[in-house]
């Protein structure tokens, strides 16, 4: 099955210690995304890659980290988590120029 | 840079009755028109898309319209049940990325 897949789905975690959500996809998409999402907000990019090894920021990168060694594999990375990155967050895949599969989301709480 | 409009930000329509959600953007380069549907705490999911070269697109009671001159797009949607609650997004295409309105929430009222 065609899928985009994040890990952990739920994390509670406290300020200061570093985290990686993964995300990896099984469709052979060149493009890769990180998106936050909170109340009100919509969706703001993070960080994005148009391929292997070619890495982006979005509109709020912020504190965030990202690594795309691999086509499949795009890690999100916070090496010192706070309160205020306490979100909804969302990895998406696609080919260039197409529509976005999204994963299945991880809620994450810094506290 | 790029930006989406998206009107209006909460619908809401009786049950049965039609929803018209529209969306504005300023590259005239963007070719390509999706539809995202997020229903509370799941991802959003592609419900419709249309590319430049297409001015109208139907799947069952959804319809997307394009009008590339005024560089506007709507997603229509007729005969709406309960489970069309939830909040709808717009984008569009600029340099190879996805632009993204800010989201419509539609209600249906029974």
């Known amino acids: 099955e065609a899928q985009v897949t994040q890990n952990p789905r739920y994390l509670i975690t406290v300020t200061g210690k570093k985290l990686t959500v993964t995300c990896s996809q099984n469709m052979n998409h060149e493009y890769m995304s990180w998106y936050r999402q909170d109340p009100g907000l919509g969706l703001r990019q993070i960080y994005y890659?148009?391929?292997?090894?070619?890495?982006d920021k979005g509109d709020v990168p912020e504190g965030y980290k990202v690594s795309r060694k691999e086509k499949r594999n795009f890690p999100l990375i916070l090496e010192s988590p706070s309160p205020n990155q306490t979100s909804l967050y969302f990895c998406a895949s696609s080919f260039t120029g197409g529509g976005y599969t999204f994963g299945s989301g991880t809620r994450l709480t810094v506290v | 840079g790029e930006n989406v409009e998206q009107h209006p930000s909460t619908l809401s329509v009786q049950e049965g009755d039609s929803a018209v959600i529209k969306c504005t953007y300023s590259d005239s380069a963007s070719n390509y028109f999706p539809w995202y549907k997020q229903e509370l705490g799941k991802r959003p999911q592609l419900i419709i898309d249309?590319?430049?070269n297409v001015g109208e697109k139907k799947d069952q009671r959804i319809a997307v319209t394009l009008n590339k001159t005024a560089k506007h797009f709507s997603l229509h949607i007729t005969e709406t049940q309960p489970e069309d609650s939830a909040v709808y997004f717009c984008?569009?295409?600029?340099?190879?990325?996805?632009?993204w309105g800010a989201g419509t929430k539609l209600i249906i009222k029974p």
């Open positions: 249309i590319r430049s």
């Open positions: 984008a569009i295409t600029s340099n190879y990325q996805l632009i």
């Open positions: 890659s148009m391929n292997v090894e070619v890495t």
